[in-house]
């Protein structure tokens, strides 16, 4: 088993039956696991002249400004609908049941920027597929996208293929 | 003023009519003030024997896992109910209407560690309070707690005169 993977913990159906979820906890815990994690996740894009790094809440919050510190560029977070405080843009998702939203503040990117996404699991790819249309509506350019662990079996990377996709952790 | 509270922009009456949201995102998105205002947040606490930073969801999440990888230890989040997937150690406690939780891996933290409790603002101070009885619960110790904004006329530091308590700007 590959060191980073030893840190994930699977906890058998959560939320619910049938979902074997990928704990990162153990992962955060551990400082030099997360060094290694978050340096494998920007590897591939340090000489990507980024200009942010975007995460998405909550868990992207901590892989995804620990790669912006990395890089010495800014963060920016996605956020749930009605937590960013000024001005947004938003966009609408479908979810297996239902429907998501998530908010970017309309100052924090722009035409000049180079962005590289972060979260810390891929999964269908519908939260990551909406949160590169909401950064390329502020008119910035996706440089890559990253994540901790993607799960090849849902196929996320198929949402994403106008894009350059790094992923840590295979399951 | 300070260069750190140039960077902290003030939304009038969200999220409610008569509050003053400290809006914390120019200031996570400028690489050199985020490491500043990190840097500040644990700089009295550095010679504290820390095994661990513990920061709330969702901001905390930011300025916590910074400061954790900065101090060289792990970072353990505390999150809002049903979040965690793995067996938690849960509070309640009073907002002015209602009640909040917050939850924590029971095998996040324990009797052998020191912890440095992380977040981007005090208010009342009721959050903080309840995530530091949270920690205790664990077994662990709390050396300090440190917040990037503290809103003085709240009183919130109050509730945490058991502890060490340091933050960097004051409305």
């Known amino acids: 088993m590959d060191q980073l993977e030893a840190h994930i913990r699977t906890i058998p159906d959560f939320p619910k039956p049938g979902i074997q979820f990928k704990d990162i906890t153990p992962l955060v815990k551990n400082p030099v696991m997360l ?100 950064i390329e509506k502020l008119g910035a350019e996706i440089a890559g996208c990253s994540f901790v662990i993607e ?3 849902l196929n996320g990377r198929d949402k994403l293929s106008k894009y350059w996709v790094h992923s840590l952790i295979h399951y």
């Open 35 to 134: 060094r290694l994690a978050v340096h494998q996740l920007i590897h591939p894009f340090v000489d990507q002249k980024l200009t942010a790094v975007v995460g998405m809440e909550a868990r992207g919050f901590i892989f995804g400004s620990l790669a912006a510190w990395e890089l010495g560029v800014g963060f920016v977070p996605l956020r749930k609908p009605g937590k960013l405080p000024y001005d947004v843009q938003s966009i609408s998702y479908d979810l297996e049941y239902g429907s998501a939203q998530l908010e970017v503040h309309i100052d924090a990117l722009g035409k000049n920027d180079r962005v590289l996404l972060i979260d810390d699991l891929i999964a269908t790819g519908g939260t990551a597929a909406a949160s590169c249309e909401l």
């Open 151 to 153: 799960l090849d079996f």
